[in-house]
């Protein structure tokens, strides 16, 4: 899912998982239409984990906290539950950390819908998703709007009561915190004995992570994100993507056929520029045709990109090459992507497929709209079986 995205929920009681290469504190609100609680009865985490339809579940440090809602049981009145999350460390943000919440049918466990807050720096609490009754149906949205001054941030906005501490000349043991006080968690009974560090988070799959252009181009690795801006400079209004590949047996022509496929927040198909279509969304997106080179020596077919232009109801890109002739991957010596300043010409991210596979489809690589307006792009290289773009829309939108 991507920022302010939105799926309807298929199970009438679904769990929210948080996990992250650290241990996070995960609550959950139950909202009025006026976006408030109705008391702090309402306020669902570690110290107070049942309400009425939402419960709290601890992963003990070893699995992901969860909140899991019975839409069934939600009492009227209450429109919306949202999933928060807190690293569980006192004062630490979520600079590093990219937290992914996970929907899942609380019945059977099958994921429902994914989601990773981008751009995170200084919060140090999150609401992460919100489940919501519209029109007689509930569904989930993706939120990931961040907050500087931490879980009670949060429960302020939300109508907790939130009471300050008050100083003491020296430490004292603190009382239990009720839901009054959801800024400090309590120790655990056995924090008081010695206990044994936790081993180091295991370590994230090659590439993860993402990255921007401050220090300038970029060259990525499959699944590896970078946010296509630079401090204190505008936001990029017109990129060109080239797309490239030779052919792994010399004097033998290899030919192959390069796309863009734009969807809308809930991955719904909008439209797709190949060579038969070379213009779409009104001249946001250009194709540059079959089989011509672009700047920069080697592009073999070139989409321009007018970030600006794009409407509002298209969140993401998903950029695929097809061989239409039906040769497989496995005849292509090398293929790339690279993302380049229109209006510079100046290389801003490469992609180079280091594997093939022999398939007849792969996507290369997506750009995603952050709900800050800003543009994400991420390397893919996941091959697929298809000739054709058409072929290609549902595989690429089950990937964005």
């Not at 061989?323 to 300043?341: H, N, W």
């Not at 792969?362 to 054709?388: I, N, P, Y």
């Amino acid at each position: 899912m991507t920022p302010g995205s939105n799926i309807p929920l298929s199970a009438a009681r679904v769990t929210v998982d948080v996990a992250a290469p650290v241990r996070l504190d995960v609550s959950g609100l139950l909202l009025t239409g006026d976006g408030k609680v109705r008391s702090d009865d309402d306020f669902i985490f570690y110290n107070q984990p049942t309400g009425p339809g939402v419960t709290y579940r601890s992963g003990g440090g070893t699995a992901p906290d969860a909140i899991t809602v019975d839409t069934g049981a939600v009492p009227p009145g209450i429109e919306k539950i949202v999933v928060t999350a807190s690293p569980d460390a006192a004062g630490q943000s979520f600079q590093g950390i990219e937290p992914t919440a996970t929907i899942r049918n609380a019945d059977d466990n099958s994921v429902l819908g994914t989601f990773t807050p981008p751009q995170l720096g200084a919060e140090t609490a999150l609401v992460v998703v919100e489940i919501y009754l519209r029109n007689g149906v509930w569904k989930a949205r993706a939120v990931g709007q961040g907050y500087a001054n931490g879980l009670a941030g949060i429960a302020t906005d939300f109508g907790v009561s939130v009471e300050e501490p008050a100083a003491a000349p020296a430490p004292v043991a603190s009382p239990t915190p009720t839901v009054q006080t959801p800024v400090a968690p309590p120790v655990p009974q056995a924090a008081a004995a010695p206990v044994t560090p936790p081993p180091p988070p295991a370590a994230p799959p090659l590439g993860a992570g993402k990255i921007n252009l401050d220090k300038g181009r970029v060259s990525l690795q499959k699944n590896q994100t970078v946010s296509l801006v630079k401090g204190g400079r505008p936001l990029l209004s017109q990129v060109k993507m080239g797309l490239g590949w030779e052919p792994a047996y010399r004097g033998k022509d290899i030919d192959l056929d390069a796309s863009v496929i734009a969807y809308g927040p809930q991955r719904n198909h909008v439209d797709s520029c190949y060579f038969g279509k070379l213009s779409i969304l009104n001249g946001a997106i250009k194709h540059s045709g079959d089989n011509l080179t672009g700047e920069g020596g080697g592009d073999d077919e070139v989409i321009v990109v007018d970030l600006g232009r794009i409407p509002q109801e298209v969140t993401g890109l998903v950029f695929t090459v097809n061989s239409f002739s039906g040769q497989k991957f496995t005849e292509v010596a090398k293929a790339y992507c690279r993302l380049l300043d229109a209006a510079t010409g100046e290389e801003l991210v490469r992609f180079d497929l280091t594997n093939a596979e022999s398939q007849t489809g792969v996507m290369m690589a997506k750009l995603v709209k952050q709900f800050t307006g800003e543009w994400d792009m991420t390397a893919m290289g996941d091959f697929v079986k298809s000739r054709t773009v058409r072929g290609m829309v549902k595989p690429a939108a089950q990937a964005l």
